[in-house]
């Protein structure tokens, strides 16, 4: 079984900073690839940011220049350094991992349970 497990969220006035956290525990061989979506009310989720392994990293265009993600392999933690918050920010961040699992040595993906983040105006 495999867990991630999220913290950081909160409330934050515009302008302002937050960091989030997701740390992955569980029975498998590796993770490829990790980052955060995020849902709004309304809308779609979407794709925040994300870094592989290698450290290849791929931003939202709404968040480039903003945004900082970042990983810990050795912690198979994954961290995701908001800076210039804006309201429209604000929604439910979900963290996601592919990684292989000892017991079937495939790739699966697996995720959070969403942290809120709400950014005031």
């Known amino acids: 079984q495999v867990q991630l497990v999220e913290s950081g969220g909160g409330l934050v006035q515009a302008g302002g900073s937050l960091r989030l956290s997701c740390a992955a525990s569980g029975y498998f061989l590796s993770i490829k690839t990790m980052g955060w979506y995020r849902q709004a009310p309304g809308k779609q989720r979407e794709l925040v940011a994300a870094?592989?392994?290698?450290?290849?990293?791929n931003y939202a265009d709404s968040v480039k220049g903003r945004a900082t993600i970042s990983r810990d392999n050795a912690k198979n933690t994954v961290y995701l350094q908001m800076n210039s918050l804006k309201p429209e920010d604000t929604a439910v961040y979900y963290c996601?991992?592919?990684?292989?699992?000892?017991?079937?040595?495939?790739?699966?993906?697996?995720w959070g349970q969403g942290t809120q983040v709400t950014v005031s105006s």
């Open positions: 870094v592989t392994s290698g450290g290849s990293t």
């Open positions: 996601y991992a592919d990684l292989i699992l000892i017991a079937t040595k495939s790739l699966h993906d697996y």
